[in-house]
């Protein structure tokens, strides 16, 4: 086991909320990154924190927000939840900062389904 | 084009066959690159990171080729535990990390 935990494991939302992912990073990783992987698909780059910043973001819209607390775990907010949204949500746990991007470590994953 | 891109699956091989999985991608500033293996339902786990000088793990093999932006990896003897989608992992220009849509490998009895 890699060591970065997530929750919720599912989540079931309807059209239009706002959802939280929660993600805690291996120990002594200070990097945490966010993928969106949709089904038959690899997963897409959300956006990374580093000590706290945002170090870096995919394309996706505003309404995908997020935030690195002291002790290096993460959240993933997404406001106007759209049916598109219904995917896997990683968090993937590395040392550095990922402009070398260094070996990362994923989650188990939140599987979110938008109703 | 797409920034990484892989062969289509899926591969059907019986036990004991070796397969090979290609990957090219398209930023020739890219610096790193790794092979995860993503089973049905679970995060990708990284199987391996690729060096220009080639790389072994057992009966996993990567190669990476700078000049023609390829990167493959061979599996011998393969296992039905070996079952699973295989991603290439390339560092984008913007982003951290690049996935390709990944390859299905059943292997079967």
């Known amino acids: 086991e890699t060591g970065v935990t997530q929750s919720p494991t599912h989540l079931i939302k309807t059209r239009g909320q706002q959802v939280t992912l929660r993600c805690s990073s291996q120990?002594?990783?200070?990097?945490v990154s966010w993928y969106q992987q949709a089904l038959g698909q690899g997963p897409q780059f959300i956006f990374q924190?580093?000590?706290?910043?945002?170090?870096g973001r995919g394309n996706f819209p505003p309404r995908f927000s997020g935030l690195q607390f002291p002790n290096y775990s993460s959240e993933l907010n997404v406001n106007a939840l759209e049916l598109d949204d219904s995917a896997l949500y990683l968090c993937?746990?590395?040392?550095?900062?990922?402009?070398?991007?260094?070996?990362?470590?994923f989650g188990p994953g939140t599987r979110l389904t938008v109703t | 084009r797409k920034e990484v891109e892989q062969d289509p699956g899926p591969f059907n091989v019986p036990e004991g066959a070796t397969v090979a999985f290609n990957c090219t991608y398209s930023n020739s500033a890219s610096q790193s690159f790794f092979w995860y293996r993503q089973d049905c339902r679970k995060e990708p786990k990284l199987l391996m990171s690729v060096y220009s000088s080639g790389n072994e793990d057992g009966r996993f093999t990567a190669q990476l080729n700078r000049a023609s932006q390829y990167i493959s990896l061979l599996i011998r003897d393969s296992k039905l535990s070996d079952s699973a989608t295989y991603l290439c992992?390339?560092?984008?220009?913007?982003?951290?990390?690049?996935f390709g849509k990944g390859t299905r490998l059943s292997v079967i009895a």
């Open positions: 120990s002594g990783h200070n990097t």
């Open positions: 992992v390339v560092n984008g220009g913007n982003t951290p990390l690049v």
């Open positions: 924190y580093y000590r706290e910043e945002e170090n």
């Open positions: 993937a746990s590395s040392l550095g900062t990922g402009v070398l991007p260094y070996e990362q470590y």
